[in-house]
């Protein structure tokens, strides 16, 4: 059984921070590219940013980048994402993924089949 349990979401101001963390379990997802992704209510998921497995490069999605930091700790089999300078804008639940195709060009598509449950984040303003 493999499992992604999200935290670290919660309630900000606006120009607040926070770091989520994606804990695996039931397989190692060191060899394997990850990402995180949010849905606002009333909005499709939409991709936020994802890391390689291989030289842990990364790559954001233009709203998000230069505030958001993604990383990863194979070790501890998580994965991160900090959150600086958030706006009210990034409200939505956050899901962390893996298993899915990245490239430096593409970026991370098509997602894994592996889905947390996502955290909640929300930014007032």
């Known amino acids: 059984q493999v499992t992604l349990v999200e935290s670290g979401g919660g309630l900000v101001q606006a120009g607040g921070s926070l770091r989520l963390s994606c804990v695996a379990s039931g397989r190692t997802f060191a060899s394997s590219a990850m990402g995180w992704f949010r849905r606002a209510p009333g909005k499709d998921r939409e991709f936020v940013a994802a890391?390689?497995?291989?030289?842990?490069?990364?790559y954001y999605a233009d709203s998000v980048k230069d505030r958001f930091t993604i990383s990863r700790d194979n070790a501890k089999n998580t994965l991160y994402l900090q959150m600086n300078s958030l706006k009210p804008e990034d409200t939505a639940v956050y899901y962390c993924?893996?298993?899915?195709?990245?490239?430096?060009?593409?970026?991370?598509?098509?997602?894994?089949?592996?889905w947390g449950q996502g955290t909640q984040v929300t930014v007032s303003s």
């Open positions: 890391i390689a497995w291989r030289d842990s490069s990364t």
């Open positions: 993924n893996a298993g899915g195709d990245y490239s430096k060009l593409y970026g991370y598509r098509p997602p894994g089949v592996y």
